[in-house]
Every structure is written in structure tokens, then in C-alpha cells.
């Protein structure tokens, strides 16, 4: 007998929680089953769009629905942590869109109370689940020692003091929307730095327009990693080692190919098309480890969740400096 679909409640009704709708619609592994908003409007919208029979005028009300196995929470940076609180306390699973919180203390209670309370949680840092991400970590050990992680991702946006990325009050800034892919890559390859240097210009609201960071590794490999709100960038990566290097196409973070590169010898391309946009992969991750009875996927354990926003706590307190 084929398992029930996990049931997602979605908190939040923008742009991400679209992307994720519309992609949960591609698997089987789940189904939509209500959708909470801070408004009865937004939600209405919301579930008329994706026929969503459920809906919330409140997040506290979606996380106390007795028919949600599992709250993805797609609300703004600065409303993760209390949202995601919510959803722990009324006993439920949780997805937390990345950056996970706006900052690693904030990250710390979230994984305490989760794992206090046996409770499944998550950073939806959904490039690790991609299949091309995936065969990179097979990859790996075919490159030698590693060197070098190159990794970019410029975006451009037009200078609105009310858009999510230039708002303050919103958790904006280069870094924690964009500079996240980056930083998390590098640790999903590197691990932990244990010295970071990072240079970063403001935008006219204050926050970081743009941000570049030198990560370095006890293995005396460092990772070079850029971001901007100001232009587009090439959004490739590339992990060098000492006997091969893998060239990812541009955008590294989403759907795309790779290349492996000998350091003698001929190159080997991997060739990966994908159905939507790539977030589907992480909601069956989601499923199959509730249905493992799991509390955290290995591809993205929390305590690394933690190192991440350690790191990017690092990279804001040298910019502030």
C-alpha cells in the first residue's frame, strides 16, 4: 500500500511559498493542506491560486491545524524565528526558508527546542538536494585534496526602500538572501572556516549592497565568495583540487550541469535537466525522513545550519565594524 502524502501547511503567502506550491504539485511525496497568512485575504488568494481548501487568517492558527503534519515556514528573515517557535510548539515538523534566522543565536534555540521536543526541523537550503548538487558530493574525493571553492551570486534589483532586499525591518541585504547560497556551498564542501575576512558596501538603506568573503580552512584551503544586489553576476562555482576541479554552470544553486575537469586527461561533462524550479527535491526530503521517523536530514544537519549563520554573523559583524 502506497504511504499518505505528508500533509504541508504553508505559513506565508510571497513569492518562495508560490515557488514551493507549485513545485509540491510536481511530487507525490505531499499535498498542500492549508495555508496560513497574517491576513484572511492573503491566504484566500493564496489557496484559490493552488486550490487549498484551508485557510488561516493567523500563523498561530495554521500551526495549531490538527491536518499539518509539517509547517513550511516562508515568511520574511526576521519573522523565522517566531514563526518556526510556532510551529514547534504546537508539536508540528518544520521547514524553515533560508537564512534560517537572522542569526546564530536565534538558529541555536530553534535546533534546542526541536531537539528538546523530538521534533523533525529543517533549513530549506534546497540546493543540496539537487540531483546535480548530489552527484558533486560523490564527486568529491576524485578531486585530490581540496584548494579552492570559487562561488558568486550577483542579482540585480531596482533601488525600492520598500522591496523585501533593501528594507531593513525585513532582514535585507546581499548576504542573508543571496550570499547564503554561497556560504552554505562552501560548507557543504569545506566544512567550518576557522577564519573569515569579508569586505562589504552598503546600500542607500544601510544594508550590505554588496559583500565578498575569504574563508579559510584549518586544511589550509579557502573559499572565495561574492555577492551584490547591484548587478548580475555569473552565479558559477567551482571547487578546485589538487588533481581535478568540477566547474558548475551558472546558476550553481539551481538546476544545472557541471563539469569535471582532470587535472590530466580528459573532461567529463554531467548533463541535468529538472521538472520546475528544484524545490520539489527538498519536500521529499522532508517526507522521507518523517517517514524514517528522522529529526534532521543528514544533507543538511542542523549543527552546520548553525555553523552557516555563525559565519555570516562573522561576515555582518566585520562589515558593521
Not at 247 to 259: K, M, R
Request: charged share 20%; with cysteine.
Amino acid at each position: 500500500m502506497a504511504e499518505k502524502p505528508v500533509r504541508w501547511g504553508i505559513m506565508g503567502t510571497g513569492g518562495i511559498a508560490g515557488a514551493f506550491a507549485e513545485d509540491l504539485g510536481l511530487t507525490d511525496s505531499g499535498v498542500i493542506s492549508a495555508v496560513g497568512s497574517r491576513n484572511r485575504e492573503s491566504a484566500d488568494r493564496f489557496a484559490d491560486r493552488f486550490g487549498v481548501g484551508v485557510r488561516h487568517g493567523s500563523y498561530a492558527d495554521l500551526a495549531n491545524d490538527p491536518d499539518v503534519d509539517v509547517v513550511y515556514v516562508a515568511t520574511p528573515h526576521p519573522m523565522h524565528h517566531a514563526n518556526a517557535l510556532l510551529a514547534l510548539d504546537a508539536g508540528k515538523a518544520v521547514l524553515v526558508e533560508k537564512a534560517f534566522t537572522m542569526n546564530a543565536g536565534e538558529a541555536r534555540e530553534l535546533v534546542a527546542v526541536a531537539r528538546e521536543r523530538g521534533l523533525f526541523l529543517m533549513e530549506a537550503m534546497w540546493t543540496r538536494f539537487l540531483p546535480h548538487v548530489r552527484r558533486i558530493r560523490e564527486l568529491l574525493g576524485d578531486l585530490g585534496d581540496l584548494v579552492t571553492v570559487l562561488a558568486d551570486h550577483g542579482q540585480w534589483f531596482a533601488e525600492d526602500p520598500a522591496f523585501r532586499l533593501f528594507a531593513p525591518e525585513l532582514g535585507g541585504g546581499a548576504l542573508l538572501d543571496l550570499g547564503v547560497y554561497p556560504v552554505s556551498f562552501a560548507s557543504m564542501v569545506l566544512g567550518a572556516p576557522n577564519r573569515v575576512l569579508s569586505l562589504s558596501d552598503p546600500a542607500f538603506t544601510g544594508v550590505d549592497a554588496q559583500t565578498s568573503m575569504l574563508l579559510g580552512h584549518a586544511s589550509g584551503a579557502q573559499a572565495v565568495l561574492s555577492c551584490t544586489l547591484r548587478a548580475v553576476g555569473p552565479t558559477t562555482a567551482t571547487i578546485v583540487g589538487t588533481e581535478a576541479r568540477l566547474e558548475i554552470e551558472g546558476a550553481f544553486y539551481a538546476p544545472t550541469s557541471f563539469t569535471l575537469i582532470p587535472r590530466r586527461g580528459e573532461r567529463t561533462r554531467f548533463e541535468y535537466t529538472d521538472e520546475g524550479s528544484g524545490l520539489r527535491h527538498e519536500a521529499d526530503e522532508v517526507a522521507l525522513r518523517l517517514r524514517a521517523g528522522e529529526t534532521e536530514s543528514p544533507h543538511m544537519p542542523l549543527d552546520e545550519t548553525v555553523s552557516i549563520m555563525e559565519t555570516m554573523d562573522e561576515v555582518l559583524a566585520q562589515s558593521a565594524g
